[in-house]
Each structure stands twice: as structure tokens, then as C-alpha cells.
């Protein structure tokens, strides 16, 4: 296909940069916030027209947007039914935004009380509609949800679940049920995710 070739094996060429920011205020000795930025933009080029499916980020998950199981976020608006298509929810940009309260309770348990928000995007037109970065759209496209969750604290690791409930879908911004409140509800198998994971999600 006129790539060029190492080994006889068409090789990638990408640029990527991802930025992290979490910081931690502390009410008291038992009661914090913790505010989380997650930011990173990937470009393929010269011999490459999309990047590497391992490198491509993806939405959703426990340390994504809580109300969606890993993968399934995205991108944009784009609606992939009831099946998760790993290929085409996958994208080279994402955003995530997260602010969670964190209390210690008795024992080794830690309460948790959390809000995210986020999406990811392709840079061009992969065929998934809605799926392109678009200044004026992007920001209609933001996926939001709140829940809680429940930390084990170890000493030398943290098991935690976390209960996360979809507030704003923008997969459903075409049939105008975005928002999973009255009157649109909440469809318990669709809009509830639960999250097991190791470690704080930021």
C-alpha cells in the first residue's frame, strides 16, 4: 500500500503527548477532595494513517467516567448499540475530569463520593458518526456521571469498588434522551456500572 517497511513489516510513526494533573485538598485528617485533569492527543504521520490500536485511548472504565464500563465510552456522540466494538470505540484524543470526596470511616474502610466527566474523539472520519473532534460539538459531547464507592484500605494496597450512574449520555443526543433523569429515567442495566479495581482511580 506504499507504506515503508522495517523487516519487511510496515512500521508506525506517531506523535503523542498525555498530561496528568491530580491534586489533593485536605479538609482534616480523615476527610479530603481530590481533583483530577486528564488530558492526551495522539497523531499519526508519514506512514501512518491511524496509531498503533494499543496506543489509541479509549473511554470509560474504572479510572475513566464511572458510568461506563472500560471501552464502551465514545467516541463523541457515536452510538455502537447494545454490543461494545473495541476497534471503533477507540480514539486519539481524550479528555477526563474528575472530582471525587474522600472520607475514612472505621477500620480499614474509606468512603468515597465522586462526579467525572469526559469523552474520547478521532482526530478525522473513521465512519463512526459523531465520532470526529469538532470545536463547535465537542463540548455537547462531554459524558457525565456521579456515584460512590467503597475503598478497603491495606496499607500495602487499596481494594476498591465504586457504583457509577450515567447523568449525561451523549450517545443518545439523537433521540434527545442525553440527560438520565426525569422525564428520560434511568434504565438500571444500561445506566449503572459497577467498578472493581486496585489502587485509587487517581
Do not use: C
Amino acid at each position: 500500500n506504499g507504506s515503508y517497511l522495517l523487516g519487511n513489516i510496515p512500521f508506525a510513526q506517531y506523535a503523542k503527548v498525555d498530561f496528568d494533573f491530580s491534586y489533593t485538598h485536605l479538609v482534616d485528617k480523615k476527610n479530603s477532595l481530590v481533583y483530577h485533569l486528564g488530558l492526551g492527543v495522539g497523531v499519526p504521520y508519514l506512514n501512518s494513517i491511524i496509531l498503533p490500536f494499543e496506543k489509541r485511548y479509549y473511554g470509560g472504565g474504572a479510572n475513566s467516567v464511572r458510568g461506563w464500563s472500560a471501552r464502551s465510552l465514545g467516541p463523541g456522540s457515536y452510538n455502537a448499540g447494545t454490543k461494545i466494538d473495541y476497534m471503533k470505540q477507540s480514539g486519539d484524543i481524550k479528555l477526563d475530569l474528575n472530582i471525587e470526596y474522600r472520607a475514612k470511616l472505621v477500620w480499614l474502610l474509606e468512603l468515597a463520593a465522586f462526579i467525572d466527566a469526559g469523552n474520547i474523539w478521532t482526530l478525522k472520519d473513521e465512519g463512526q458518526e459523531g465520532g470526529q473532534f469538532k470545536f463547535d460539538q465537542f463540548y455537547k459531547q462531554i459524558a457525565w456521571s456521579y456515584g460512590v464507592g467503597v475503598r478497603f484500605d491495606l496499607s500495602i494496597l487499596i481494594f476498591r469498588i465504586d457504583f457509577g450512574v450515567k447523568l449525561h449520555d451523549p450517545s443518545r443526543i439523537a433521540e434527545g434522551k442525553q440527560w438520565r433523569t426525569a422525564p428520560n429515567g434511568l434504565n438500571w442495566k444500561e445506566d449503572m456500572t459497577f467498578h472493581f479495581a486496585i489502587g485509587h482511580p487517581f
